[in-house]
């Protein structure tokens, strides 16, 4: 219940006059889906949103439906092979969600490990508590 993303803006390929993080490959619409069992005393839930990817760069953002302090930002750069870090950041909802049962609005961030292939992504939370990501080209 911890997810928000920052981006980070690589360069690098630019600077030198190289080609840029995935040459595009990846751009476009893409749904995402972030789903974390029950661990512990903590509730699972499922998050569901949509993203873009352009240049490389991927964002999305979930929102509740039912509180809109409760959000999460997903951002991050895929590789041209597919790889990529994403960073959730946001803040938290109901504390029976979270595991350390975390006051509601309570600011959360995560990072995922992803590899992605030309029209799916899946990958896995490297924090707190065990949740997979999958996303799929629109």
Not at 12 to 36: K, M, Q, T
Not at 55 to 78: C, E, P, R
């Amino acid at each position: 219940m911890r997810p928000v993303v920052k981006f980070a803006v690589v360069l690098a390929g630019i600077a030198v006059g190289g080609p840029s993080l995935a040459a595009g490959g990846f751009d476009g619409a893409w749904n995402v889906e972030v789903s974390c069992p029950a661990y512990g005393e903590a509730e699972g839930f499922v998050w569901r949103f949509p993203a873009r990817v352009s240049g490389g760069h991927l964002s999305g953002k979930w929102v509740s439906s039912s509180d809109a302090m409760n959000y999460q930002v997903l951002t991050g750069n895929i590789g041209a092979g597919g790889d990529a870090l994403l960073t959730m950041n946001g803040r938290t909802g109901a504390s029976n969600y979270t595991i350390h049962h975390d006051a509601p609005h309570t600011t959360s961030h995560f990072t995922a490990s992803v590899h992605f292939d030309a029209t799916s992504g899946s990958g896995r939370r490297n924090e707190h508590r065990p949740c997979d990501l999958r996303f799929s080209r629109v």
